[in-house]
Every structure is written in structure tokens, then in C-alpha cells.
């Protein structure tokens, strides 16, 4: 996996991103970074500085299967870490199939509201979560693994 590094001289270590999200934000964050690298084994990982949507920008390319996974890490006191998830149309409704496994309602309003950008001005899919609690946790990390299933080939 290739490192590209833009307005920034190094990847944060551990340490500081830990003083920067405090430990249980730090655990979601290292929880998403694992299962993404597992289960959808990136090409690339990006660092960046997030701007007005956080302190840094962390993002994942899968060439391969055209997703992006995307982290926007904030200070500890908003306690929270932004996922974002973009991907093709095949890759939502295998989502959609899987849907009643997802308890979170905030993942349910996005998936929802997903749609209906999608539906009003085209191109891909981007859901957009706020991870505060386990629940939003292990719904983002069940979204992960539903976009590294391979569809079956239908005979």
C-alpha cells in the first residue's frame, strides 16, 4: 500500500493521534483502519490536513473496486470521528440487501439520504456517518465488510 502525503511532512504517530482523540475515539478510529485494511486491501492511504471538516484527513483508495474510505479526525472534545464510504451503484445494493443488519439510525438516515442525492444528481454513492457510540461503530464496520463480500456469479 503506497503513502501519499499532501500539505503535511509526516503521518502523525500513534501518540499524537492518541492525545488528539482521546482513547475511545482513538480505538473506533484504529478498529476502522483495521478492518478496512483487511478486508478491503487498499492501494493507496492518504494524509492530509482536514481543513474546516477536522485536524487531519485519512483516506483509503481500493482501485480495484473504485471505493474510498475516508476518516476526518477531530480534537478529543467532539468525541467523534467522520467516516465517509463512496462506491458504485452495485456496491449500494448489496448495502440495501443487507440493510435490516444495520441498527444505527444515524447509518439508516444517511443510507436514506444517499439515495436521494443519488437519485436527484447521479454519479456514486457516499455514506456519510458521525461515529460517537459502538452502535454507529459496528454498523460502519459490517458496511466494510458487505463491500468486501464478492457477489455470487449467478449460474
Do not use: A
Not at 486491501?41 to 473496486?65: A, C, E, M, N, Q
Not at 444517499?114 to 459490517?142: A, H, M, P
Request: hydrophobic share 35%.
Amino acid at each position: 500500500m503506497e503513502t501519499r502525503l499532501i500539505d503535511l511532512k509526516k503521518v502523525p504517530n500513534e501518540k499524537k493521534l492518541l492525545k488528539l482523540l482521546g482513547e475511545k475515539v482513538f480505538n473506533f478510529y484504529n478498529q476502522i483502519c483495521n478492518t478496512t485494511i483487511s478486508m478491503l486491501d487498499p492501494d493507496f492511504v492518504t494524509w492530509d490536513l482536514g481543513g474546516r471538516r477536522g485536524k487531519y484527513f485519512h483516506g483509503y483508495l481500493i482501485s480495484k473496486k473504485s471505493i474510498t474510505v475516508d476518516l476526518y479526525l477531530y480534537s478529543s472534545k467532539y468525541e467523534q470521528i467522520t467516516c465517509e464510504l463512496h462506491f458504485q451503484k452495485r456496491f449500494m445494493q448489496k448495502i440495501l440487501k443487507k440493510r435490516n443488519l444495520l441498527s444505527s439510525k444515524e447509518i439508516q438516515n444517511s443510507i436514506d439520504f444517499c439515495i436521494e442525492f443519488n437519485e436527484e444528481y447521479g454519479g456514486g454513492y457516499t455514506i456519510s456517518i458521525r461515529i460517537r457510540n459502538e452502535e454507529e461503530l459496528q454498523d460502519v464496520l459490517k458496511i466494510i465488510k458487505i463491500l468486501s463480500t464478492r457477489s455470487k456469479v449467478e449460474t
